[in-house]
């Protein structure tokens, strides 16, 4: 039976090239992000360039009933749950934190760590079923604190921690955290148009040059990373902080 993949943010930037990769290596998907016109676009021309069958599943991740909902369609739909990709984030609100706003701060976490805290907590009988594996799209901005950046930085390192955690309960799911490096996605584009005023010139003028000089990573780049990793991941790698560029990360075509 061909295997199934769960993956959040799917609509666009590293989401959706990661659905595209898995896609490409014949991987039946249940697709997840909050735009439903952009998610099912993504899902009908998966259809059409690979000929796999693609679920598109549109909600908000900080809602748990939406990990109910795809789980429950992989499990009725496809059959099982093989794997599970965490990649839905957002990075607002920035600023010092007596300037931004509570409820914007609690809805990062709500978004970046107990999404996929509901995603895990509702497929890990299946995955753990079928020795599945987890792949918690984190941030180096989870280990190195970033200024006006409270909320994700909080919510990533809490991710990175929660994949140790679950690695320990779960031996016989292969879970890690994974740093995609600076990738040219909407976030970039987010810091760039808002960063004036909420975040530090210095550290604004960095992600400029960073676009400026062509050194944000193609969202394929990490995306060839996320797919070996949820499909062929060691056990010995549970629990690790896995770097885009680790060189334990194997090739699809070994």
Not at 12 to 18: D, K, M, Y
Request: some cysteine; overall charge positive; aromatic content about 6%.
């Amino acid at each position: 039976m061909k295997r199934v993949v769960i993956v959040t943010g799917a609509s666009s930037g590293l989401g959706e090239a990661v659905a595209r990769q898995l896609a490409a290596e014949k991987v039946q998907l249940i697709l997840v992000a909050r735009r439903k016109s952009a998610l099912e676009k993504v899902a009908a021309d998966l259809k059409v360039t690979y000929g796999v069958n693609v679920l598109a599943i549109p909600g908000d991740v900080s809602d748990p009933g939406l990990a109910v909902k795809a789980v429950h369609a992989g499990n009725e739909e496809l059959g099982r749950i093989d794997g599970l990709v965490n990649n839905a984030g957002i990075l607002d609100p920035m600023g010092k934190v007596d300037q931004v706003d509570p409820a914007a701060w609690k809805y990062n976490l709500e978004v970046n760590l107990l999404g996929p805290f509901y995603f895990m907590r509702e497929a890990m009988a299946t995955l753990r079923k079928f020795r599945g594996r987890v792949v918690n799209v984190s941030s180096g901005a989870g280990v190195t604190p970033m200024d006006s950046w409270s909320g994700y930085c909080s919510s990533k390192a809490g991710l990175i921690h929660l994949s140790r955690v679950i690695a320990l309960d779960e031996p016989h799911v292969v879970t890690v955290s994974f740093r995609p490096g600076v990738v040219d996605t909407e976030m970039q584009d987010f810091i760039r148009r808002e960063g004036s005023g909420r975040m530090s010139g210095e550290r604004l003028t960095y992600f400029e040059n960073l676009k400026k000089e062509g050194k944000l990573l193609p969202p394929q780049v990490p995306a060839k990373a996320v797919a070996w990793l949820v499909l062929k991941a060691p056990r010995g790698l549970s629990g690790d902080f896995v770097p885009f560029d680790d060189p334990r990360i194997g090739s699809l075509d070994e």
